[in-house]
């Protein structure tokens, strides 16, 4: 069992039977990118707990989530 947490408390927990490389950690603790090494194929997963877009003070911080999730996908 593998696992990659973004803090203590809050954050987010990422768990895999497969092992877990490469983790990147976005700053606010939200979201975790890792490579699964599943069975020979490397895997990367974005674990994602976004803001929610309800509250205008929120918007700024999905987007700047979704634009890290996008940039993690271009990489």
């Known amino acids: 069992r593998e696992s990659v947490t973004t803090g203590e408390r809050d954050g987010m927990l990422l768990l895999s039977r497969w092992p877990l490389r490469e983790p990147r950690l976005h700053p606010d603790g939200d979201l975790v990118a890792v ?39 271009r990489a």
């Open 35 to 73: 490579t699964i090494d599943a069975g020979g194929a490397a895997l990367r997963v974005v674990g994602v707990h976004a803001a929610w877009p309800i509250r205008p003070r929120n918007q700024p911080i999905r987007a700047a989530h979704f634009e890290w999730i996008a940039a993690e996908a």
